[in-house]
C-alpha cells in the first residue's frame, strides 16, 4: 500500500472507495463511467463510490460494489491504496481515497450494469490501453505487476 499526498490543502471534502475486481482469468472488471460525470466523463476505473456517513471504507466499497455492478464480495478486502488528491470541481478541498482489491470468480455474464456506460471484464494486460482516469492508473498500473495481483489472480482461475 502507498500513499500519496498534497501539501497545502487540509480540507476533505469528499471520501471515496474504489473496487478492483479480480475475476476469473484475473481480468479486471473496470466501468466506463457516464459521458456527463462531472468528473473524468468517458474515462474508465474500477467501480466505487462516496463513502457515506458512518460507513467505514470497507463497507461502502462492498456496498458500491453490489449497487454498481451485482457482484457481492464475500472475501477479504485488501487495501491497495490510500491518499488525496486535488477536487477539480472544488479546487480548495481534497478528495480522500481507499483503494481495495477483492477476487471475485465472476465473469462477464455475472456482472449487472448499474452506473456508468459499460463495464467490462479487461484482460490484465489490456487495462493500460484504456484511457483510464487518474487515480485508476495510479493504483492499477503498480498493482497488476504485484505479487498482490497474482495471489488474487490465483484465486479465481
Known amino acids: 500500500m502507498f500513499r500519496l499526498r498534497f501539501a497545502g490543502m487540509a480540507t476533505i471534502g469528499h471520501r471515496i472507495a474504489l473496487v478492483v475486481v479480480v475475476g476469473r482469468g484475473g ?6 463511467r457516464d459521458a456527463d460525470a462531472r468528473a473524468d466523463p468517458n474515462r474508465w476505473s474500477p467501480p466505487g463510490g462516496h463513502i457515506e456517513p458512518g460507513e467505514t471504507p470497507d463497507q461502502a466499497a462492498r456496498r458500491e460494489l453490489t449497487e454498481e455492478t451485482g457482484l457481492v464480495a464475500t472475501g477479504p478486502m485488501r487495501q491497495l491504496w490510500h491518499g488525496t488528491s486535488p477536487d477539480r470541481i472544488h479546487g480548495e478541498r481534497l478528495i480522500e481515497w481507499y483503494a481495495f482489491a477483492t477476487a471475485v470468480p465472476a465473469t ?12 467490462e471484464f479487461v484482460a490484465a494486460d489490456k487495462v493500460a490501453e484504456l484511457d483510464l482516469t487518474d487515480v485508476a ?18 484465486t479465481t482461475e
Open 27 to 32: 481480468a479486471l472488471l473496470m466501468q466506463l
Open 108 to 119: 462477464q455474464q455475472d456482472v449487472t450494469l448499474g452506473e456508468g456506460q459499460a463495464l
Open 137 to 154: 492508473a495510479l493504483v492499477l498500473l503498480p498493482f497488476l505487476e504485484s505479487a498482490e495481483y497474482q495471489a488474487l489472480a490465483g
